[in-house]
């Protein structure tokens, strides 16, 4: 797969921009649910784990898609 900083393909972007989004609420909801829980339980470690790998990692990419498809916009080839 191509890097997303030479990355041309504004469909391709957008798809890991809407990707990082469902993951960071994803992240969120798995969060609303483990404050709403009563007992804590070992798997809950993972979960809030996965949380947090969700949130950055969708953050991240997110942020990426979107800088480079406002240089895209703003810098159009040809």
Not at 7 to 19: P, S
Not at 69 to 78: A, F, K, M, V
Request: aromatic share 12%; proline share 3%.
């Amino acid at each position: 797969m191509k890097r997303i900083d030479t990355c041309t393909h504004t469909d391709l972007l957008v798809g890991l921009l809407l990707a990082g989004i469902v993951s960071v609420l994803l992240a969120y909801r798995i969060f609303a649910y483990l404050c709403e829980v009563p007992a804590f339980l070992w798997w809950m470690i993972l979960l809030g784990l996965l949380c947090a790998v969700l949130a950055i990692g969708g953050f991240l990419v997110a942020r990426r898609a979107w800088k480079r498809l406002q240089y895209l916009r703003d810098n159009p080839e040809n």
